[in-house]
């Protein structure tokens, strides 16, 4: 881990297992059209108007990865049962964000996540399919209270508290950033699905990873029904 949370709500890591997080950079650079070591230069082949539209196309395509779950699993654990214990859900579907320079439609202004209804208990997993620095990163508010950017790379797996304030600012680079993230929470914090229908566990969550002890005593409780 190259900092924590001396300096930053956050862990950065390298990916154990870098097949899935390659198999996922394939599959955006085949929705978008372009070779995976020119992904940082998208903006050069399109329009800002249609960035968006490529990000929709890109995100369902994604989402039809057969098993991804499981290729997630294997890249970040044993990090995230190290944060948030053994037995996790997590978000049904992953997001892709698309970054162009001087695209001020993507600008996502400081926030924290619980303020919109997310769950105040979970982690989210951010996954950089182009390196990201300066102005075109995602942007913490660290323990001093300084705005800045997170710099890493492809390869690396961000997991980050988004009760910390969090956003970006404008990209003035002249790469496109690219990256990945959903979120994790462990299965037993509550559920807020009440207060936020579209946050409700199988609507928004679904089963992630269980320890042995959880898997036996789930099968203990079905057997004394």
Same mark, same amino acid.
Request: glycine share 4%; charged share 25%; net charge neutral.
């Given at each position: 881990?190259?900092?924590?949370?001396?300096?930053?709500?956050?862990?950065?890591?390298?990916?154990?297992?870098?097949?899935?997080?390659?198999? &996922?950079?394939?599959?955006?650079?085949?929705?978008?059209?372009?070779?995976?070591?020119?992904?940082?230069?998208?903006?050069?082949?399109?329009?800002?108007?249609?960035?968006n539209s490529a990000r929709i196309d890109c995100f369902n395509k994604i989402n039809r990865l057969t098993d991804w779950k499981h290729g997630i699993a294997k890249t970040i654990s044993p990090h995230i049962q190290?944060? &948030?214990?053994?037995?996790?859900?997590?978000?049904?579907?992953?997001?892709?964000?698309?970054?162009?320079?001087n695209d001020s439609s993507s600008i996502l202004e400081p926030h924290q996540d619980y303020r919109s209804g997310d769950s105040p208990f979970q982690k989210v997993i951010w996954i950089p399919m182009t390196g !990201?620095?300066?102005?075109?990163? &995602?942007?913490?508010?660290?323990?001093?209270?300084?705005?800045?950017?997170?710099? !890493?790379?492809?390869?690396?797996?961000?997991?980050?508290?988004?009760?910390?304030?969090?956003?970006?600012?404008?990209?003035?680079?002249?790469?496109?950033?690219?990256?990945?993230?959903?979120?994790?929470?462990?299965?037993?914090?509550?559920?807020?699905?009440?207060?936020?229908?579209?946050?409700?566990?199988?609507?928004?969550?679904?089963?992630?990873?269980?320890?042995?002890?959880?898997?036996?005593?789930?099968?203990? &409780?079905?057997?004394?029904?």
């Amino acid at each position: 881990i190259r900092f924590t949370v001396k300096q930053f709500d956050l862990s950065i890591f390298k990916a154990n297992n870098t097949e899935f997080i390659e198999k &996922l950079r394939d599959s955006v650079c085949q929705s978008l059209k372009i070779e995976k070591n020119s992904l940082n230069k998208y903006h050069k082949q399109t329009s800002l108007g249609r960035i968006n539209s490529a990000r929709i196309d890109c995100f369902n395509k994604i989402n039809r990865l057969t098993d991804w779950k499981h290729g997630i699993a294997k890249t970040i654990s044993p990090h995230i049962q190290y944060l &948030l214990g053994h037995d996790l859900a997590i978000q049904r579907q992953m997001n892709i964000s698309i970054q162009a320079p001087n695209d001020s439609s993507s600008i996502l202004e400081p926030h924290q996540d619980y303020r919109s209804g997310d769950s105040p208990f979970q982690k989210v997993i951010w996954i950089p399919m182009t390196g !990201c620095k300066e102005s075109n990163s &995602l942007f913490l508010e660290n323990r001093d209270g300084r705005f800045e950017p997170i710099e !890493c790379d492809f390869g690396d797996i961000i997991i980050f508290d988004p009760n910390t304030i969090h956003g970006n600012i404008l990209n003035k680079t002249d790469n496109t950033r690219v990256s990945i993230n959903f979120r994790i929470k462990n299965w037993f914090t509550p559920d807020l699905g009440e207060q936020v229908p579209d946050r409700q566990f199988g609507i928004y969550y679904e089963d992630f990873i269980f320890s042995r002890s959880t898997l036996r005593a789930f099968n203990l &409780l079905k057997e004394s029904i």
